[in-house]
C-alpha cells in the first residue's frame, strides 16, 4: 500500500492573493487599463455605455481619456423635472409620491402627509376635507 506524501506547510509556500484596493464598494473590479498593440487601452461599462478609449502612450493617459469619456456621458444628462432651480418642494414631493408610493405599504398615510406638508405654515388655513 502506498502512502501519498503530502508537502509540509512550509514547503508549500505559494503567493497569496492580496486585495490591491481595485475593488469598488460594491466589490466589482474597476477598470484598468491594458495593452493594446503599441498603446494602453481601457474598456469599462457605465451607465448603460460601452465605453472604449485606445491608442495611449502611458496608463495614466488611458485613465484621463477615459475619465473625460465617463465626463461625456455625464454631461448628457436632464435634470429631474424642471431642474433643482426652477421645481418647488411641493412639487418635487408631488413627484416622489407618484413613483414610489404604489409600493409603499403606509402609502395612504404617506400621501396624506405629503398634500398636506404646504398647508402647514403657521397662520396659513388648511384646507377642509383632505
Known sequence: MRT????????????????????????ARQAAPYLHGKGYAMRKQ??????FVSGHKTQAAARKAMAKKVAAVDGNRLPI???PKKTSLAQALQDYAVEHLPFLKGAEQEARRINNYP?????HPRRAGI
Request: glycine share 16%; aromatic share 6%; charged share 20%.
Open 46 to 51: 457605465y451607465e448603460g455605455h460601452e465605453l
Open 119 to 123: 398647508y402647514r405654515k403657521p397662520g
Open 81 to 83: 423635472g424642471a431642474g
Open 4 to 27: 501519498k506524501s503530502t508537502p509540509s506547510a512550509s514547503t508549500n509556500k505559494q503567493p497569496q492573493a492580496t486585495n490591491t484596493g481595485t475593488a469598488s464598494s460594491k466589490g
